[in-house]
């Protein structure tokens, strides 16, 4: 199965500043169609999960563009340009390769400072 | 609008069993393929079953294979899953999810990439004597 790694697992930032979250799978995610088969989840306080970037890189639908998703390969990259009270939660990647097991990252906990 | 109700939950005694129901409105169901995603209590995301649009294709967790039996009703618009012999760490909140799907086109061939594009509130299961 794909160990998909998380860091850090504890992040407090300032609203204003960016953040930016790791994760690294444990086999490439690349497709031989040549495209990223990473998810990027956010779990918030009292909502149920909701997805952020999928193909590792594309917004999902009404995601603000203060999010963006890169990476290749097995290392890949959560940011958020400007964080807001409202991006508190946990925050999760996942590979997506049609085969599962489905497995998640350990999750990020993003707090406000 | 898009909608996915669980229900089924409850306090259950290891070794029992519960069925889960998840009810899709607001999209054509028998179009997507649907998941089944659980959170233990302090823990994370854990995908626990797969079931594809047609009813085939079952896929699931290691740790409730052989225990868990996902299907659906494609009539009714309804996923479930049968849970048996229950243990401690199946107790949490468990979550229905749509698989999204968008396709690539590369060259002459056609990709599908699936994601979870719509999660239910989630219902709780708690395991204890």
């Known amino acids: 199965d794909i160990v998909m790694t998380q860091s850090p697992l504890s992040l407090p930032v300032t609203p204003g500043e960016p953040a930016s979250i790791s994760c690294r799978s444990s086999q490439s995610l690349l497709h031989s169609n040549g495209y990223e088969y990473l998810d990027w989840y956010v779990h918030k306080p009292g909502q149920s999960p909701q997805l952020l970037i999928y193909?590792?890189?594309k917004r999902a639908s009404g995601v603000p563009d203060r999010f963006s998703g890169s990476g290749s390969g097995s290392t890949f990259t959560l940011r958020i340009s400007r964080v807001e009270a409202e991006d508190v939660g946990v925050y999760y990647c996942m590979h997506a390769l049609q085969t599962p097991p489905y497995t998640f990252g350990q999750g990020t906990k993003l707090e406000i400072k | 609008q898009v909608q996915l109700v669980e229900s089924g939950g409850g306090v259950v005694q290891p070794g029992g069993s519960l069925r889960l129901s998840c009810a899709a409105s607001?999209?054509?169901?028998?179009?997507?393929?649907m998941r089944w995603v659980r959170q233990a209590p302090g823990k994370g995301l854990e995908w626990v079953a797969s079931?594809?649009?047609?009813?085939?294709?079952?896929y699931y967790a290691d740790s409730v294979k052989g225990r868990f039996t996902v299907s659906r009703d494609n009539s009714r618009n309804t996923l479930y899953v049968q849970i048996n012999s229950l243990r401690p760490e199946d107790s949490g909140k468990y979550y229905c999810v749509r698989e999204g799907e968008t396709t690539m086109l590369r060259v002459v061939r056609r990709y599908h990439y699936f994601y979870m594009d719509v999660w239910g509130k989630g219902t709780t299961v708690i395991v204890s004597s």
């Open positions: 079931i594809r649009f047609d009813g085939s294709n079952l």
């Open positions: 193909l590792g890189s």
């Open positions: 607001g999209f054509t169901f028998s179009a997507y393929g």
